[in-house]
């Protein structure tokens, strides 16, 4: 299935299935090339690219055209409708926000892609749902409580699909697994900033092959508590 014929509910499901949403913060166009390339050789066909990146529309192009149908490709720290509308016009499938960002929620239901928000209390959880979002990103989730303040935002939000980010990484993946997290948004510990700007792929390829058998491993542990 090419990037083009998938709708909201694929996007979804493949985020699902991949489980980790590794967040790209380069320095150069280059730079993000390169971390996109070496993401997918670890085994992760899904990346974020955040607004912080320079250029960070043309780099969404660019890797939007260069991976199409292999790599689900999404656009990071979308604040407004502006930067919103210009990541799908570039190829975005999927939108992240740090926060809740009506407007960008109302572009993207409008062009039929979806918008994750971030949230962190109860409060913002309960907007971001009444917006209308499907997933909903826990951020900074690894400064509050980490995967014990998740499994506790579970508790009177059993059907929300969160994605916590912020400090969580190959050590503690499990437990936010564990703790019911729908996906993993992984930033500097996955793809690190140092590796990058020394070409050093290998680091970044390895830290994905990692993460996805944690996260493999978490989930069949999780499936057998459940058949118990």
Same mark, same amino acid.
């Given at each position: 299935?090419?990037?083009? *014929?998938?709708?909201? *509910?694929?996007?979804?499901?493949?985020?699902?299935?991949?489980?980790?949403?590794?967040?790209?913060?380069?320095? !150069?166009?280059?730079?993000?090339?390169?971390?996109?390339?070496?993401? $997918?050789?670890?085994?992760?066909?899904?990346?974020?690219?955040?607004?912080?990146?320079?250029? /960070?529309? &043309?780099?969404?192009?660019?890797?939007?055209?260069?991976?199409?149908?292999?790599?689900?490709?999404?656009?990071?720290?979308?604040? !407004?409708?502006?930067? /919103?509308?210009? $990541?799908?016009?570039?190829?975005?499938?999927?939108?992240?926000?740090?926060?809740?960002?009506?407007?960008?929620?109302?572009?993207?239901? /409008? $062009?039929?892609?979806? /918008?994750?928000?971030?949230?962190?209390?109860?409060?913002?959880?309960?907007?971001?749902?009444?917006?209308?979002?499907?997933?909903?990103?826990?951020?900074?989730?690894?400064?509050?409580?980490?995967?014990?303040?998740?499994? &506790?935002?579970?508790?009177?939000?059993?059907?929300?699909?969160?994605?916590? !980010?912020?400090?969580?990484?190959?050590?503690?993946?499990?437990?936010?697994?564990?703790?019911?997290?729908?996906?993993?948004?992984?930033?500097?510990?996955?793809?690190?900033?140092?590796?990058?700007?020394?070409?050093?792929?290998?680091?970044?390829?390895?830290?994905?092959?990692?993460?996805?058998?944690?996260? &493999?491993?978490?989930?069949?542990?999780?499936?057998?508590?459940?058949?118990?």
């Amino acid at each position: 299935m090419s990037a083009n *014929d998938m709708n909201i *509910d694929d996007v979804i499901r493949r985020i699902g299935e991949i489980g980790i949403v590794p967040v790209v913060r380069a320095a !150069t166009v280059d730079e993000a090339n390169r971390a996109v390339e070496a993401i $997918c050789a670890g085994g992760i066909p899904v990346v974020e690219i955040t607004m912080t990146v320079p250029n /960070a529309v &043309s780099v969404i192009r660019e890797v939007a055209q260069q991976y199409a149908g292999k790599v689900l490709i999404g656009a990071g720290t979308v604040t !407004t409708a502006e930067q /919103a509308e210009l $990541c799908i016009r570039a190829g975005a499938e999927f939108l992240v926000s740090p926060g809740l960002a009506v407007s960008v929620l109302s572009v993207a239901q /409008a $062009c039929a892609k979806l /918008a994750i928000p971030g949230a962190l209390t109860p409060t913002e959880l309960m907007n971001a749902q009444e917006k209308g979002a499907r997933l909903i990103k826990i951020f900074p989730c690894g400064n509050v409580g980490g995967a014990k303040y998740l499994r &506790s935002l579970r508790a009177p939000f059993p059907n929300a699909a969160l994605i916590p !980010t912020g400090g969580v990484n190959a050590s503690n993946a499990a437990e936010f697994i564990a703790a019911g997290a729908f996906a993993l948004g992984i930033g500097a510990d996955l793809v690190d900033p140092a590796a990058l700007r020394e070409g050093n792929l290998e680091k970044i390829t390895s830290a994905a092959r990692e993460l996805v058998q944690v996260v &493999s491993s978490a989930r069949a542990a999780l499936r057998e508590k459940k058949a118990r």
